[in-house]
């Protein structure tokens, strides 16, 4: 962890006229688990779909290999697509494929390989996330988790330096949240991945996080790493982490 | 109970405004609201000393009935218990407040607005039928974006799988046409123009129109429902962090499909309309099968073929665009979806009847 692979400076979003978040500026090392926190509603997706530019922020820089990924062109942004994974909060699998083909479409569209390499590829992935069972089901034939799971299948085909995941927990069961935890740190400590991971899970922090950035209402009001989060004087930190150490910890 | 009381300038609120009493105040309010002849009054709280969120909703509801009529208002002798009650539930902030009059600066931003609206949806629509062109073409080559057997299967669900339904129409549709107007014939001994009447008719107008709306019905509302459920799901957004264009890889492989089943459509459709007008012909006005296709030949020329098939290509760009344009705009969730499907056939029915009209006047005078 010594140089950062994504840097954030100055970050402002907008819907319409209504500011979601203002001034966030961080940076994420490389190989790390990175954790984007805060309450429901505080803009934490939104950061997300910023630094995937799915939403174009409104003011700010989003750098990635010294590129402001907030305002390069489409084929820079092909390449920056190409370097990254995304885990959606849903999976967003494609419902009319399988898991395999879902999980294909990106070596079909971006690569020449032949078939039976592609298929070795998935099936490695597919494995990996343990769904290897799956792989001609298709997506309404599978649990949340199991679809989470070959979302992750999917994220990862590339092996993209930097995996996002949203909300990769929720509507899970804890054995089952874990075991992604679990992964995640596998995808970190195995493919030297770095991992921006959006969540309110208290128990999947603790396990995963690196560092920690904390926003209330569209504002980052702390960055750092897990210890310095529960030793932190932050009201709004301090109050979000003791409500929830009685459940999870 | 003390009841409401309005007089000229002002309304005396009652002592008690409950959710059992609510009912009568508004109706007493309603009943007396036209002795309001100013347009300040003042609400005057100054009996009331029992109120819940029910009262506050009445409240609220009287307020917005009196901006409505542009009459400004300010409240008195509001009771602190009262009024936290009101500041706790209602939206309405009980002060004087100025009515918002429609000044003819809003009308005019209203207009503006409706105009610019309008024209961000020309130009995304537009957009939209450019782009899937544009990149049809390199799928032709070879070079597309989509799964390699994702037109094969469009074109089954859009073409075969309409088949039996567009034939069974349009056996119908040529049926009733030929039957209406063979009564009429007969009186004149006219019974061997029934086929010119079925065979143009067919060809150029109803075969290509009514395929067409039934392929905005059919394949436009899937196309809306499956495009705006993969918004809603998240699926174009994986799409797009993956590299891939939605339109090469959803889109296009539609806009193939169609583009070729509209014309196989409308051929099957023209020869089944015919094939009723050809039952009705023979059954009914006697008309001798070889002169019946005799006559046929005589009066259907190329133009009549081409001019139905080129007006059914354009009918299915239109189903097509409209559905992806009705997709790609959804908001919200299930109910989002289904407003889009609604939207997206009556528009296309709309826009297809509308595109042959322009044809027909351009046919016709051209």
Redesign the interface.
């Known amino acids: 962890m010594t140089e950062p692979i994504l840097k954030v400076r100055n970050l402002q979003a907008k819907y319409g006229n209504k500011i979601i978040l203002k001034d966030i500026s961080f940076d994420v090392m490389k190989n790390e688990i990175f954790v984007i926190l805060g309450g429901s509603g505080c803009g934490k997706s939104t950061l997300l779909k910023n630094l995937i530019r799915l939403y174009k922020p409104s003011k700010g820089q989003v750098l990635f290999q010294n590129q402001n990924i907030a305002t390069i062109d489409s084929d820079n942004l092909e390449f920056y697509y190409s370097k990254i994974g995304v885990l959606f909060q849903n999976g967003a699998l494609l419902n009319s494929f399988t898991i395999f083909e879902n999980v294909a479409i990106p070596l079909y569209i971006h690569t020449n390989l032949p078939y039976e390499i592609i298929k070795k590829i998935v099936l490695k992935k597919l494995e990996l996330v343990d769904i290897l069972h799956a792989a001609e089901l298709l997506p309404s034939q599978l649990s949340g988790g199991m679809q989470k799971r070959a979302a992750l299948a999917r994220a990862i085909i590339l092996d993209p330096d930097i995996l996002f995941c949203d909300e990769p927990s929720a509507g899970l069961d804890p054995i089952t949240a874990e075991s992604l935890d679990q992964l995640f740190i596998k995808l970190k400590t195995q493919l030297n991945m770095t991992l921006i991971i959006v969540t309110h899970e208290l128990a999947s922090i603790k396990r995963i996080a690196d560092h920690i950035l904390f926003l209330d209402k569209g504002n980052a009001i702390f960055y750092g790493t897990m210890d310095e989060a529960l030793n932190s004087n932050v009201t709004f930190v301090k109050n979000f982490f003791s409500k929830g150490m009685g459940v999870y910890f | 109970m003390s009841n409401l009381i309005i007089e000229k300038n002002k309304i005396i609120m009652p002592d008690k405004i409950t959710i059992s009493h609510i009912s009568n105040i508004y109706n007493e309010f309603l009943k007396n609201l036209s002795q309001l002849n100013t347009k300040k009054i003042i609400i005057d709280f100054n009996k009331t000393n029992q109120l819940d969120s029910a009262g506050v909703a009445l409240i609220d509801q009287i307020i917005e009935i009196l901006n409505n009529k542009n009459i400004q208002y300010k409240t008195e002798n509001i009771a602190p218990s009262v009024k936290n009650i009101i500041d706790t539930f209602s939206s309405q902030k009980l002060k004087a407040i100025k009515p918002e009059y429609e000044t003819k600066s809003d009308i005019i931003t209203k207009i503006y607005n409706i105009y610019e609206n309008f024209k961000s949806n020309i130009i995304f629509f537009t957009i939209i039928l450019i782009d899937m062109i544009y990149w049809s073409f390199f799928a032709i080559i070879g070079k597309g974006?989509h799964?390699?057997d994702s037109i094969t299967q469009q074109l089954i669900l859009i073409g075969y799988n309409a088949v039996p339904i567009i034939g069974l129409m349009s056996l119908l549709v040529g049926l009733i046409l030929a039957l209406q107007s063979a009564a009429q014939l007969r009186q004149f001994g006219a019974n061997i123009y029934i086929v010119d009447l079925i065979g143009i008719a067919m060809v150029r107008e109803m075969g290509p129109l009514m395929t067409a709306i039934m392929m905005a019905g059919r394949s436009g509302s899937a196309f809306a429902s499956e495009i705006a459920?993969?918004i809603v799901?998240?699926?174009i957004?994986?799409l797009?962090?993956?590299?891939?264009n939605p339109i090469r890889?959803v889109l296009v492989p539609k806009f193939l499909a169609i583009t070729i089943a509209m014309p196989l459509l409308i051929t099957v459709s023209d020869f089944l309309g015919i094939l009723g007008g050809f039952f009705i012909g023979i059954l009914y006005l006697n008309i001798p099968t070889t002169a019946f296709l005799n006559r046929l030949v005589e009066i259907l020329i190329l133009s009549d073929i081409t001019i139905g098939i080129f007006k059914g290509i354009c009918f299915s760009w239109i189903i097509v665009t409209v559905g992806s344009y009705f997709g790609l705009k959804v908001k919200g969730g299930a109910q989002g979806v289904g407003k889009v499907t609604t939207a997206s056939v009556v528009t296309s029915i709309f826009l297809v009847i509308l595109a042959d009209s322009i044809f027909s006047l351009i046919f016709y005078f051209g």
């Open positions: 974006q799964k390699k459920t993969m799901t998240d699926e957004d994986a797009k962090v993956m590299s891939i890889f």
